[in-house]
């Protein structure tokens, strides 16, 4: 049985957001694993994916400011396997810190909070971009008293750990990214395009004012489906889906799926659609969609960003996945040759796995090693 944990809100005040918006009272939900020393020396920050939330470790049953979107599925840690006693999230040495992300629905501020005239924030609630975030959660650590940390990030929260890296280097010990390259393939911001469109094309989206009880879910499911392909290793998914369920088909008026991979990503597009929002599902896709390092740093190259990191000393551990179908390992290595070249201290290590993207979530046993060395400064 996994220790029962609980989430906290900080609040954030009045924030500017990058594109000029202005909210009030905005809030981050978050939670904290371990203690933290009296000089605050052993802080990391840990970002978490896409989708997911800031509840990564224990077993979380309660989280109102996230309402029916708090599933079953949620209440335990999605890395409950890598934080812990003897874990190399080593609780007993390091005290964790997750945060939600902005325009999320698991309790920081989004379209699901409700808005100075008491209706949700809904398509109102400012896109977001990756400084946004790092900007909001900088200022969590510092109410907390934390000034320099080490910063974890896999899927897209290692893109957030690249940007807060470069907005913050005099305050990160290391960097450890995984299953994340620096930059959105035209793939992506394609396949991102699709998604958002496939929610506004349901007629109950109504230009994202819609009531949370009566959410476009038929298109958020679709979405799900467009992206979740990325997500699994696409050669195992017929063996994947054969251990799936049948399911009720909710989502299609007429086609009613006879293989085994459609019923699975029904099941995966509609078992999603109860768990988040649209409109935030919107946010966070655009903002992976539209992550670019040199236009949020203001630096001409990437290359130029980088030389920040080597004048600072920061260590970087890079993980690639080769069956991953989301961050190619590849645009990894590549983005490794970059950090190389511009003289960062870099480790990069490829894992072999049959779990595509996800494996840091199945499988974190493989990422164990490194991330222990890393954390403790070991030279390699």
């Given at each position: ?14 924030f500017?957001?990058e594109?000029?918006?202005t909210l ?12 933290l ?5 052993n ?5 978490h994916a896409?989708?997911?939330s800031?509840h ?7 989280l109102?400011?996230a309402?029916d979107f708090w599933q079953?599925?949620?209440?335990d840690?999605?890395w409950?396997r ?6 190399p999230?080593d609780?007993?040495r390091?005290?964790?810190?997750c945060?939600?992300?902005l325009g999320?629905c698991?309790?920081s501020?989004?379209?699901t909070?409700?808005?100075p ?16 975030q790092?900007r909001?959660?900088v200022?969590?650590?510092e109410?907390l008293g934390?000034e ?7 899927s897209?929260?290692?893109?957030l750990s690249l940007?807060?890296?470069h ?8 960097a450890?990214?995984?299953g994340?390259s ?15 469109a ?6 109950a989206?109504?230009?994202g004012?819609?009531p ?8 958020l499911?679709l979405a ?5 392909k990325?997500?699994?290793?696409q050669?195992?998914?017929e063996?994947?889906?054969?251990r799936g369920?049948t399911?009720?088909n909710d989502l299609?008026?007429w ?14 597009g509609?078992k ?8 935030a599902?919107i946010?966070i ?12 740093s203001?630096e001409?190259?990437?290359q130029?960003?980088?030389r920040?990191?080597a ?5 970087f551990?890079l993980?690639?996945i ?8 590849r645009?990894?290595s ?7 070249k511009a ?6 290590i490829?894992?072999r796995?049959?779990k ?20 403790a400064?070991e030279?390699r």
């Amino acid at each position: 049985m996994s220790d029962s944990v609980s989430s906290r809100i900080f609040p954030l005040g009045e924030f500017r957001f990058e594109s000029g918006a202005t909210l009030p009272q905005v809030q981050l939900a978050y939670e904290t694993y371990g203690t933290l020393t009296p000089n605050a020396d052993n802080a990391v920050l840990l970002f978490h994916a896409l989708t997911g939330s800031h509840h990564a470790h224990g077993r979380n049953e309660c989280l109102p400011e996230a309402g029916d979107f708090w599933q079953p599925e949620n209440y335990d840690g999605w890395w409950d396997r890598m934080i812990g006693p003897g874990k190399p999230l080593d609780t007993r040495r390091y005290f964790i810190v997750c945060a939600n992300f902005l325009g999320s629905c698991y309790g920081s501020s989004g379209p699901t909070s409700l808005a100075p005239d008491g209706e949700p924030w809904g398509s109102r609630f400012p896109l977001v971009t990756a400084n946004d975030q790092v900007r909001a959660q900088v200022r969590l650590l510092e109410s907390l008293g934390i000034e320099r940390f080490s910063v974890v990030g896999p899927s897209v929260g290692g893109m957030l750990s690249l940007a807060l890296t470069h907005m913050y280097p005099e305050r990160v010990k290391c960097a450890i990214l995984i299953g994340v390259s620096d930059f959105s393939p035209i793939e992506h911001k394609l396949s991102v395009f699709e998604q958002i469109a496939a929610i506004e094309l349901d007629p109950a989206y109504k230009a994202g004012r819609y009531p949370l009880d009566n959410s476009p879910r038929r298109g958020l499911a679709l979405a799900r489906i467009i992206c979740h392909k990325l997500f699994v290793y696409q050669r195992g998914l017929e063996q994947r889906a054969r251990r799936g369920v049948t399911v009720r088909n909710d989502l299609l008026s007429w086609y009613t799926p006879t293989r085994s991979t459609e019923s699975y990503m029904i099941h995966q597009g509609i078992k999603f659609a109860k768990r988040f929002d649209a409109n935030a599902y919107i946010r966070i896709v655009n903002m992976w969609a539209s992550f670019d390092l040199p236009t949020l740093s203001g630096e001409p190259s990437l290359q130029s960003a980088y030389r920040l990191f080597a004048k600072h000393g920061i260590p970087f551990l890079l993980y690639s996945i080769d069956t991953d179908c989301c961050f190619r390992p590849r645009d990894i290595s590549f983005f490794h040759r970059r950090l190389l070249k511009a003289g960062v201290p870099v480790r990069y290590i490829r894992i072999r796995s049959e779990k595509g993207h996800d494996s840091f979530l199945l499988e974190p046993e493989l990422y164990e090693q490194g991330i222990r060395s890393c954390l403790a400064g070991e030279k390699r």
